[in-house]
C-alpha cells in the first residue's frame, strides 16, 4: 500500500482568492497532523506569491472543533485557513475552511462489497464517509443502484454535510438507521467507522480503497462498548471525581460541566472541577487523590484510550447519573446518540 497521503489534493485555489479578495498581512494555516508536510509547502507558496508572512501552526488538530483560533490571534494572523476537516460552513469570522479531498478510486472496493451484500443477503444500505470522500459518495450510491440495492439518503445537520460523519457526531447515520440493513463507510477510518456502529448499532462495513478491502467493524465496537461500559460501573464506587472542562474552543461546555456537577453532588459525590487542552493519562497523574474522572472535552478519548482509573465520556457520564438513580440502563442503547456531546 503506498502513502494514503499522496492523493490528497487541498483547494489551493480558495487560500489564493481570498488572499487576492481580502489582502491579508499575515495568515495562518492549521490542519490534520497527517497534513502538515502539504500544508507547510501551501504555506511557502503564499509566501512566496504575496509577500506576506504565512504561520503554521503545528500543534496537533483533531477536527472542527480544534481549530486553534486562539494561537491564529495571538500571532496577529488577519486569515487562519483550516485544511482538511471539511464542514458544511465555508467561512466564520476569520476562519476560512480549506476542502482537501482524496481521489483514489472506489470502484474495485464498491465491487467486493455488492458481492459481500449479496452474500449476506442486505438489500438496503447507506453511503457515509468523512471530509475527504465526500465528494465521491454520489457515484458510490449510484454503482450501489445500479447493483440494484436501496440506498437511503443521509442528511446533514449543524456542522455535517450530507453523508458526512464526525468522530463524536452522527447525524446522517443515526437517522438513517430505522431504513437500512447497514451501513457502509467509505475510507481507511477505524476511528469514523466504528463511531458509526457504535451510535447505530447497526452492521457497518468499512470499505477500505487502498487496501481494497471490506472490513466489519461491529467486532471492534462491540469490545470498546464492553469496556466504556466497564469504566461506568468502575466509577460507582468513585467518592472523589475530577470533572474535565475541554479548553479547546469548540469543547468548552460549560453548561454541561455544571449539571453534571450538581447532580453527582447531589448523590454526595465530591467534584473537583478541572480544565485540560490534552486529556492524557500522563495528565492525569498529577490528581492522584481523584478516584474517577469525567472529561466534557472529546468523546471519543474515553472510548478510544485507556486509563488506569475510570474517565467517562458525556454518554458514559449520564449512563452512570442513571445508576445512581436507580434507574435502568439498556446495553445495547447507552452510546446510541445523534451526538455524543
Not at 447525524?171 to 467509505?186: E, N, T, V, W
Request: with cysteine; glycine share 6%.
Amino acid at each position: 500500500m503506498g502513502d494514503p497521503y499522496r492523493l490528497i489534493h487541498i483547494d489551493e485555489e480558495r487560500v489564493f482568492s481570498t488572499i487576492r479578495e481580502r489582502r491579508p498581512r499575515v495568515v495562518a494555516f492549521n490542519g490534520p497532523e497527517a497534513l502538515l508536510g502539504k500544508i507547510s509547502s501551501l504555506a511557502d507558496k503564499v509566501s512566496r506569491e504575496f509577500g506576506i508572512d504565512a504561520y503554521v501552526i503545528a500543534d496537533p488538530c483533531y477536527g472542527s472543533c480544534d481549530l486553534n483560533t486562539d494561537a491564529a490571534r495571538r500571532l496577529n494572523a488577519d486569515i487562519l485557513f483550516h485544511v482538511g476537516h471539511s464542514i458544511s460552513m465555508k467561512e466564520f469570522g476569520n476562519v476560512v475552511m480549506v476542502d482537501a479531498y482524496d481521489d483514489i478510486p472506489f470502484d474495485s472496493v464498491l465491487a467486493k462489497c455488492v458481492a459481500v451484500l449479496r452474500d449476506r443477503g442486505i438489500r438496503s444500505v447507506a453511503v457515509l464517509t468523512d471530509s475527504q470522500h465526500v465528494h465521491q459518495v454520489g457515484n458510490a450510491r449510484r454503482m450501489l443502484q445500479d447493483n440494484g440495492f436501496i440506498v437511503a439518503t443521509t442528511t446533514g445537520k449543524g456542522q455535517l454535510m450530507d453523508a458526512q460523519v464526525f468522530g463524536c457526531e452522527f447525524y446522517p447515520a443515526f437517522y438513517a438507521r430505522d431504513r437500512i440493513d447497514a451501513f457502509l463507510f467509505l475510507g481507511q477510518s477505524i476511528f469514523h467507522a466504528v463511531g458509526i456502529a457504535l451510535s447505530t448499532n447497526r452492521l457497518t462495513l468499512m470499505l477500505d480503497p487502498y487496501y481494497d478491502e471490506v472490513r466489519e467493524v461491529n467486532g471492534i465496537a462491540e469490545g470498546l462498548k464492553r469496556r466504556a461500559l466497564l469504566a461506568v460501573y468502575k466509577a460507582l464506587d468513585a467518592e472523589r471525581i475530577g470533572l474535565i472542562v475541554g479548553l479547546k474552543e469548540g469543547q468548552m461546555m460549560l453548561n454541561r460541566v455544571k449539571d453534571i456537577k450538581s447532580r453527582l453532588e447531589a448523590h454526595g459525590r465530591s467534584v473537583r472541577l478541572i480544565a485540560l487542552t490534552e486529556v492524557t493519562e500522563e495528565r492525569l497523574r498529577v490528581f492522584s487523590d481523584v478516584d474517577a474522572f469525567i472529561q466534557v472535552a472529546c468523546p471519543r478519548i474515553s472510548i478510544d484510550d485507556e486509563f488506569s482509573r475510570p474517565v467517562l465520556s458525556v454518554p458514559q457520564a449520564y449512563t452512570l447519573l442513571k445508576l445512581l438513580d436507580k434507574q435502568n440502563i439498556e446495553y445495547d442503547e447507552f452510546l446510541v446518540l445523534p451526538h455524543w456531546l
